[in-house]
Protein backbone atom coordinates (compact mmCIF):
# COMPACT_ATOMS: atom_id res chain seq x y z
CA UNK A 1 0.00 0.00 0.00
CA UNK A 2 1.10 3.54 -1.06
CA UNK A 3 0.46 5.90 1.52
CA UNK A 4 0.19 9.65 1.16
CA UNK A 5 2.33 12.14 2.29
CA UNK A 6 -0.15 13.26 5.13
CA UNK A 7 -0.96 9.35 5.95
CA UNK A 8 3.27 9.00 5.90
CA UNK A 9 3.47 12.14 8.31
CA UNK A 10 0.64 10.88 10.74
CA UNK A 11 1.70 6.83 11.00
CA UNK A 12 5.48 8.31 11.55
CA UNK A 13 3.72 10.54 14.70
CA UNK A 14 2.57 7.66 15.75
CA UNK A 15 5.29 5.44 15.42
CA UNK A 16 7.31 7.88 17.65
CA UNK A 17 4.71 8.28 20.25
CA UNK A 18 4.32 4.02 20.25
CA UNK A 19 8.03 3.58 20.68
CA UNK A 20 9.47 6.16 22.49
CA UNK A 21 5.99 6.94 25.40
CA UNK A 22 4.28 3.42 25.40
CA UNK A 23 6.63 0.93 24.48
CA UNK A 24 8.81 1.58 27.20
CA UNK A 25 6.24 1.05 29.85
CA UNK A 26 4.22 -1.84 28.14
CA UNK A 27 5.04 -4.50 30.90
CA UNK A 28 4.93 -1.77 33.79
CA UNK A 29 1.32 -0.80 32.83
CA UNK A 30 0.40 -4.30 32.99
CA UNK A 31 1.71 -4.67 36.53
CA UNK A 32 -0.74 -1.74 37.82
CA UNK A 33 -3.40 -3.26 35.70
CA UNK A 34 -5.50 0.61 35.68
CA UNK A 35 -5.90 2.43 32.94
CA UNK A 36 -3.91 5.54 32.28
CA UNK A 37 -6.57 8.16 32.16
CA UNK A 38 -3.73 11.30 31.73
CA UNK A 39 -2.32 8.86 29.13
CA UNK A 40 -5.43 8.45 27.25
CA UNK A 41 -5.66 11.99 27.44
CA UNK A 42 -2.20 12.20 25.55
CA UNK A 43 -3.36 10.31 23.37
CA UNK A 44 -6.53 12.61 22.61
CA UNK A 45 -4.63 15.82 22.22
CA UNK A 46 -2.22 14.15 19.65
CA UNK A 47 -5.35 13.72 16.96
CA UNK A 48 -4.82 9.47 17.86
CA UNK A 49 -8.07 9.19 19.18
CA UNK A 50 -11.41 9.53 16.79
CA UNK A 51 -9.70 11.02 13.48
CA UNK A 52 -11.60 9.93 11.39
CA UNK A 53 -14.60 11.77 13.05
CA UNK A 54 -16.05 14.96 11.55
CA UNK A 55 -13.87 18.41 12.08
CA UNK A 56 -17.80 19.81 14.02
CA UNK A 57 -17.71 17.10 16.37
CA UNK A 58 -13.92 16.92 17.85
CA UNK A 59 -12.12 14.65 15.04
CA UNK A 60 -9.84 15.71 11.95
CA UNK A 61 -12.31 14.29 9.21
CA UNK A 62 -9.86 11.86 8.07
CA UNK A 63 -10.26 8.37 6.47
CA UNK A 64 -10.68 4.87 7.57
CA UNK A 65 -7.36 3.87 6.10
CA UNK A 66 -5.78 6.56 8.39
CA UNK A 67 -7.58 5.14 11.44
CA UNK A 68 -5.96 1.65 10.65
CA UNK A 69 -2.44 3.27 10.51
CA UNK A 70 -3.38 4.56 13.82
CA UNK A 71 -4.46 1.28 15.42
CA UNK A 72 -1.70 -0.45 14.27
CA UNK A 73 1.40 1.77 14.62
CA UNK A 74 -0.06 2.24 18.06
CA UNK A 75 -0.46 -1.58 18.91
CA UNK A 76 3.67 -2.09 18.60
CA UNK A 77 4.01 0.06 21.40
CA UNK A 78 1.38 -1.33 23.53
CA UNK A 79 -1.18 -3.68 22.16
CA UNK A 80 -3.77 -2.57 24.83
CA UNK A 81 -3.55 1.06 24.26
CA UNK A 82 -4.34 0.56 20.70
CA UNK A 83 -7.94 -0.80 21.62
CA UNK A 84 -8.73 3.29 22.77
CA UNK A 85 -8.38 4.74 18.90
CA UNK A 86 -10.29 1.14 17.62
CA UNK A 87 -12.86 1.68 20.67
CA UNK A 88 -13.63 5.73 19.40
CA UNK A 89 -13.75 4.66 15.88
CA UNK A 90 -16.40 2.40 16.56
CA UNK A 91 -18.64 4.06 18.76
CA UNK A 92 -18.16 7.34 17.42
CA UNK A 93 -19.31 6.09 13.82
CA UNK A 94 -22.05 4.08 15.87
CA UNK A 95 -22.74 7.51 18.27
CA UNK A 96 -22.75 10.12 14.63
CA UNK A 97 -24.92 8.01 12.56
CA UNK A 98 -27.91 7.01 14.77
CA UNK A 99 -27.65 9.54 18.22
CA UNK A 100 -29.57 12.57 18.74
CA UNK A 101 -27.69 15.91 18.04
CA UNK A 102 -26.96 16.94 21.74
CA UNK A 103 -25.56 13.49 22.60
CA UNK A 104 -22.93 13.83 19.65
CA UNK A 105 -21.83 17.51 20.82
CA UNK A 106 -22.00 16.69 24.30
CA UNK A 107 -20.12 13.14 23.92
CA UNK A 108 -17.97 12.94 21.01
CA UNK A 109 -15.74 15.84 21.65
CA UNK A 110 -14.87 13.94 24.81
CA UNK A 111 -14.03 11.00 23.24
CA UNK A 112 -12.08 12.64 20.68
CA UNK A 113 -9.70 14.49 23.52
CA UNK A 114 -9.62 11.36 25.68
CA UNK A 115 -11.56 12.96 28.38
CA UNK A 116 -14.67 9.98 28.29
CA UNK A 117 -14.80 6.59 27.36
CA UNK A 118 -17.98 4.67 26.50
CA UNK A 119 -17.71 0.89 26.42
CA UNK A 120 -20.28 -1.21 24.31
CA UNK A 121 -22.60 -3.85 25.65
CA UNK A 122 -23.78 -6.36 23.96
CA UNK A 123 -22.70 -10.28 25.18
CA UNK A 124 -24.54 -11.48 28.01
CA UNK A 125 -23.91 -14.13 30.45
CA UNK A 126 -26.23 -16.69 28.52
CA UNK A 127 -24.62 -16.03 25.08
CA UNK A 128 -22.17 -13.80 22.82
CA UNK A 129 -21.53 -15.32 19.63
CA UNK A 130 -25.40 -15.72 19.44
CA UNK A 131 -26.11 -11.76 20.11
CA UNK A 132 -29.42 -11.64 18.47
CA UNK A 133 -30.54 -13.64 21.47
CA UNK A 134 -30.40 -10.80 23.74
CA UNK A 135 -32.12 -11.31 27.51
CA UNK A 136 -31.74 -7.57 28.54
CA UNK A 137 -34.80 -5.76 28.69
CA UNK A 138 -35.85 -2.29 28.02
CA UNK A 139 -39.21 -0.93 29.28
CA UNK A 140 -41.00 1.48 27.59
CA UNK A 141 -42.34 4.17 30.53
CA UNK A 142 -44.01 7.25 29.20
CA UNK A 143 -41.25 9.13 27.98
CA UNK A 144 -38.30 7.23 29.33
CA UNK A 145 -37.05 3.71 29.55
CA UNK A 146 -36.13 0.99 32.04
CA UNK A 147 -33.04 -0.96 31.14
CA UNK A 148 -32.62 -4.45 33.44
CA UNK A 149 -30.31 -7.35 33.08
CA UNK A 150 -26.48 -7.81 32.80
CA UNK A 151 -23.92 -7.09 29.93
CA UNK A 152 -21.22 -9.80 30.37
CA UNK A 153 -17.85 -9.67 28.75
CA UNK A 154 -17.10 -5.58 28.40
CA UNK A 155 -14.29 -4.00 27.89
CA UNK A 156 -13.72 -0.83 29.70
CA UNK A 157 -16.28 -2.15 32.18
CA UNK A 158 -14.83 -0.47 35.09
CA UNK A 159 -13.29 2.73 33.28
CA UNK A 160 -16.15 3.30 31.31
CA UNK A 161 -18.20 7.06 31.48
CA UNK A 162 -20.84 5.56 29.71
CA UNK A 163 -22.19 2.57 26.95
CA UNK A 164 -24.01 1.73 23.90
CA UNK A 165 -26.05 -1.10 25.43
CA UNK A 166 -28.34 -3.29 23.25
CA UNK A 167 -31.41 -4.54 24.83
CA UNK A 168 -35.16 -6.07 23.68
CA UNK A 169 -37.63 -3.54 23.92
CA UNK A 170 -40.62 -6.41 22.32
CA UNK A 171 -40.99 -10.25 22.53
CA UNK A 172 -39.74 -10.51 18.33
CA UNK A 173 -37.43 -13.20 17.78
CA UNK A 174 -33.40 -13.04 17.23
CA UNK A 175 -32.41 -9.37 16.33
CA UNK A 176 -36.05 -8.03 15.68
CA UNK A 177 -37.17 -5.82 18.48
CA UNK A 178 -33.57 -5.43 19.57
CA UNK A 179 -32.77 -1.64 20.20
CA UNK A 180 -29.64 0.08 21.52
CA UNK A 181 -29.34 2.42 23.97
CA UNK A 182 -26.96 5.48 25.26
CA UNK A 183 -26.30 4.70 28.82
CA UNK A 184 -23.96 7.84 30.89
CA UNK A 185 -22.30 5.79 33.48
CA UNK A 186 -23.76 7.99 36.65
CA UNK A 187 -27.12 7.29 36.51
CA UNK A 188 -28.84 5.48 39.23
CA UNK A 189 -29.11 1.50 39.20
CA UNK A 190 -25.86 0.98 37.31
CA UNK A 191 -23.34 -1.62 39.36
CA UNK A 192 -19.76 -2.78 37.60
CA UNK A 193 -17.74 -5.67 38.34
CA UNK A 194 -14.04 -6.43 36.91
CA UNK A 195 -13.15 -10.12 35.82
CA UNK A 196 -9.33 -11.70 36.83
CA UNK A 197 -8.19 -12.02 32.83
CA UNK A 198 -5.29 -13.59 31.23
CA UNK A 199 -4.22 -10.79 29.67
CA UNK A 200 -5.25 -7.13 28.72
CA UNK A 201 -5.74 -6.34 32.67
CA UNK A 202 -5.08 -2.22 31.94
CA UNK A 203 -8.39 -1.80 29.97
CA UNK A 204 -10.07 -4.29 31.97
CA UNK A 205 -13.30 -6.31 31.16
CA UNK A 206 -15.83 -7.19 33.39
CA UNK A 207 -20.26 -6.80 34.06
CA UNK A 208 -22.29 -4.20 33.73
CA UNK A 209 -25.48 -4.58 36.04
CA UNK A 210 -28.27 -2.57 34.94
CA UNK A 211 -31.12 -2.27 37.52
CA UNK A 212 -34.13 -0.23 37.06
CA UNK A 213 -32.09 2.38 35.15
CA UNK A 214 -34.03 4.89 33.78
CA UNK A 215 -33.32 6.35 29.94
CA UNK A 216 -35.14 9.20 28.27
CA UNK A 217 -36.59 8.38 24.81
CA UNK A 218 -34.24 10.56 22.93
CA UNK A 219 -31.14 8.29 24.12
CA UNK A 220 -32.36 5.58 21.99
CA UNK A 221 -29.95 4.92 18.91
CA UNK A 222 -31.87 4.80 15.84
CA UNK A 223 -34.95 3.26 15.57
CA UNK A 224 -36.99 1.00 18.41
CA UNK A 225 -36.89 -2.36 17.81
CA UNK A 226 -33.98 -1.98 14.70
CA UNK A 227 -30.94 -1.13 16.99
CA UNK A 228 -29.16 -4.37 16.62
CA UNK A 229 -29.39 -4.16 12.85
CA UNK A 230 -28.89 -0.91 12.03
CA UNK A 231 -25.86 -0.42 14.99
CA UNK A 232 -24.23 -3.62 13.95
CA UNK A 233 -23.27 -2.85 10.74
CA UNK A 234 -20.43 -0.66 12.05
CA UNK A 235 -18.49 -4.04 13.26
CA UNK A 236 -17.32 -4.35 9.78
CA UNK A 237 -15.29 -1.29 10.78
CA UNK A 238 -13.80 -2.45 13.63
CA UNK A 239 -13.07 -5.88 12.50
CA UNK A 240 -10.64 -3.99 9.73
CA UNK A 241 -8.72 -2.37 13.20
CA UNK A 242 -8.89 -5.15 15.20
CA UNK A 243 -6.60 -6.96 11.99
CA UNK A 244 -4.00 -4.40 12.26
CA UNK A 245 -3.79 -4.41 15.79
CA UNK A 246 -2.87 -7.91 15.75
CA UNK A 247 -0.93 -7.22 12.64
CA UNK A 248 1.33 -4.44 15.33
CA UNK A 249 2.01 -6.46 18.19
CA UNK A 250 2.95 -9.43 15.90
CA UNK A 251 5.52 -6.91 13.59
CA UNK A 252 6.35 -6.13 17.34
CA UNK A 253 7.65 -9.42 17.67
CA UNK A 254 8.88 -10.32 14.84
CA UNK A 255 11.56 -7.06 14.54
CA UNK A 256 12.52 -8.00 18.04
CA UNK A 257 13.31 -11.85 16.78
CA UNK A 258 14.91 -10.81 13.58
CA UNK A 259 17.26 -8.51 15.50
CA UNK A 260 18.14 -11.62 18.63
CA UNK A 261 18.93 -13.84 15.36
CA UNK A 262 21.71 -11.44 14.41
CA UNK A 263 23.39 -10.98 17.96
CA UNK A 264 22.74 -14.91 19.43
CA UNK A 265 25.40 -17.24 18.17
CA UNK A 266 24.65 -21.06 18.18
CA UNK A 267 28.02 -23.06 16.82
CA UNK A 268 30.20 -20.15 15.90
CA UNK A 269 27.79 -18.30 14.03
CA UNK A 270 24.55 -16.47 14.35
CA UNK A 271 21.22 -18.26 14.61
CA UNK A 272 19.91 -16.62 11.37
CA UNK A 273 21.88 -18.53 9.52
CA UNK A 274 20.11 -21.32 10.70
CA UNK A 275 17.13 -22.34 8.14
CA UNK A 276 15.36 -23.54 11.51
CA UNK A 277 15.52 -19.74 12.69
CA UNK A 278 14.92 -18.11 9.69
CA UNK A 279 12.61 -19.93 8.28
CA UNK A 280 9.52 -19.65 10.19
CA UNK A 281 10.27 -16.12 10.92
CA UNK A 282 10.09 -16.01 7.10
CA UNK A 283 7.13 -17.17 6.81
CA UNK A 284 5.50 -15.08 9.97
CA UNK A 285 6.76 -12.29 8.55
CA UNK A 286 4.80 -13.06 5.26
CA UNK A 287 1.59 -13.60 6.57
CA UNK A 288 1.62 -10.72 8.89
CA UNK A 289 2.47 -8.52 5.32
CA UNK A 290 -0.65 -10.58 3.76
CA UNK A 291 -2.98 -10.03 6.41
CA UNK A 292 -1.76 -5.95 6.74
CA UNK A 293 -2.92 -5.51 3.03
CA UNK A 294 -6.01 -7.73 3.70
CA UNK A 295 -6.96 -5.28 6.00
CA UNK A 296 -6.28 -1.57 4.28
CA UNK A 297 -8.11 -3.30 1.64
CA UNK A 298 -11.13 -3.49 3.64
CA UNK A 299 -10.79 0.20 5.05
CA UNK A 300 -10.09 1.32 1.07
CA UNK A 301 -13.24 -0.52 0.49
CA UNK A 302 -15.10 1.20 3.91
CA UNK A 303 -13.81 4.82 2.16
CA UNK A 304 -15.22 4.13 -1.47
CA UNK A 305 -18.77 3.01 0.53
CA UNK A 306 -18.21 -0.24 -1.56
CA UNK A 307 -19.48 -3.85 0.70
CA UNK A 308 -16.57 -4.88 2.90
CA UNK A 309 -18.44 -7.44 5.57
CA UNK A 310 -16.74 -10.63 3.93
CA UNK A 311 -13.48 -9.23 4.11
CA UNK A 312 -13.80 -7.85 7.44
CA UNK A 313 -14.88 -11.05 8.76
CA UNK A 314 -11.34 -12.41 7.33
CA UNK A 315 -9.66 -9.75 8.61
CA UNK A 316 -10.92 -10.26 12.34
CA UNK A 317 -10.48 -14.07 12.25
CA UNK A 318 -7.07 -14.32 10.62
CA UNK A 319 -5.58 -11.41 12.34
CA UNK A 320 -5.78 -12.47 15.91
CA UNK A 321 -4.81 -16.40 15.09
CA UNK A 322 -2.17 -15.83 12.86
CA UNK A 323 -0.50 -13.13 15.28
CA UNK A 324 -0.89 -15.55 18.09
CA UNK A 325 0.71 -17.92 15.96
CA UNK A 326 4.18 -15.35 15.20
CA UNK A 327 4.33 -13.71 18.91
CA UNK A 328 4.33 -17.19 19.93
CA UNK A 329 7.11 -18.49 17.36
CA UNK A 330 8.88 -14.75 18.13
CA UNK A 331 9.22 -16.29 21.75
CA UNK A 332 10.63 -19.90 20.81
CA UNK A 333 13.07 -18.36 18.76
CA UNK A 334 14.93 -16.40 22.26
CA UNK A 335 14.98 -19.75 23.73
CA UNK A 336 14.80 -20.37 27.34
CA UNK A 337 15.23 -16.45 27.26
CA UNK A 338 12.00 -16.55 26.14
CA UNK A 339 9.83 -18.02 28.40
CA UNK A 340 10.98 -15.40 31.29
CA UNK A 341 8.79 -12.36 32.03
CA UNK A 342 11.55 -10.09 30.70
CA UNK A 343 10.45 -10.27 27.74
CA UNK A 344 7.54 -8.39 26.16
CA UNK A 345 6.60 -11.52 24.14
CA UNK A 346 4.79 -13.88 26.62
CA UNK A 347 1.95 -10.36 27.52
CA UNK A 348 1.39 -10.38 23.80
CA UNK A 349 0.50 -13.38 23.37
CA UNK A 350 -1.96 -13.20 26.12
CA UNK A 351 -3.36 -9.57 25.13
CA UNK A 352 -3.45 -10.74 21.48
CA UNK A 353 -5.27 -14.10 22.12
CA UNK A 354 -8.27 -12.38 24.23
CA UNK A 355 -9.19 -11.51 20.38
CA UNK A 356 -9.67 -14.71 19.56
CA UNK A 357 -13.22 -14.47 21.35
CA UNK A 358 -13.96 -11.10 21.85
CA UNK A 359 -15.52 -9.46 18.77
CA UNK A 360 -16.53 -12.81 17.36
CA UNK A 361 -14.89 -15.88 17.37
CA UNK A 362 -12.85 -16.97 14.19
CA UNK A 363 -16.14 -19.48 13.96
CA UNK A 364 -18.67 -17.08 13.52
CA UNK A 365 -16.37 -14.68 11.14
CA UNK A 366 -16.24 -17.65 8.86
CA UNK A 367 -19.75 -18.75 8.85
CA UNK A 368 -20.29 -14.48 8.10
CA UNK A 369 -17.88 -15.21 5.22
CA UNK A 370 -19.81 -18.31 4.08
CA UNK A 371 -23.51 -16.43 4.39
CA UNK A 372 -21.94 -13.29 2.09
CA UNK A 373 -20.61 -16.10 -0.99
CA UNK A 374 -23.19 -18.36 -0.71
CA UNK A 375 -26.38 -16.71 1.06
CA UNK A 376 -28.84 -18.22 3.29
CA UNK A 377 -27.54 -21.60 2.05
CA UNK A 378 -25.03 -21.26 4.50
CA UNK A 379 -27.62 -21.12 7.19
CA UNK A 380 -28.61 -24.48 9.34
CA UNK A 381 -31.95 -24.39 10.15
Request: glycine letters at 10%; hydrophobic letters at 40%.
Amino acid sequence: MILTTDQQQIANAVSDFATDVLAPNYQRREQLGVLDRELVKQMGSLGFLGSDLPENLGGLGLDAVTAGLIAERMAYGDFNLSALPVNVSLLGAIISRHASADIQAQWLPEMVAGRAIVAICLTEPRGGSDAAALQMRARRDGDDYLLNGEKASITFADCSDASVVFARTDHGERANGVSAFFVPHDLPGISRGRYDDLGSTVIGRGSIFYDDVRIPARYRLGDEGQGFTQVMQGFDYSRALIGLQCCGAAQASLDEAWAYSKEREAFGRPIAQFQGVSFPLAEAESTTAAIRQLCYHTLALRDADLPHTAEAAMCKWMGPRKAVETIHQCLLTFGHYGWSKDLPHQQRLRDVMGLEIGDGTAGIMKQIIAKERVGRAAIQY
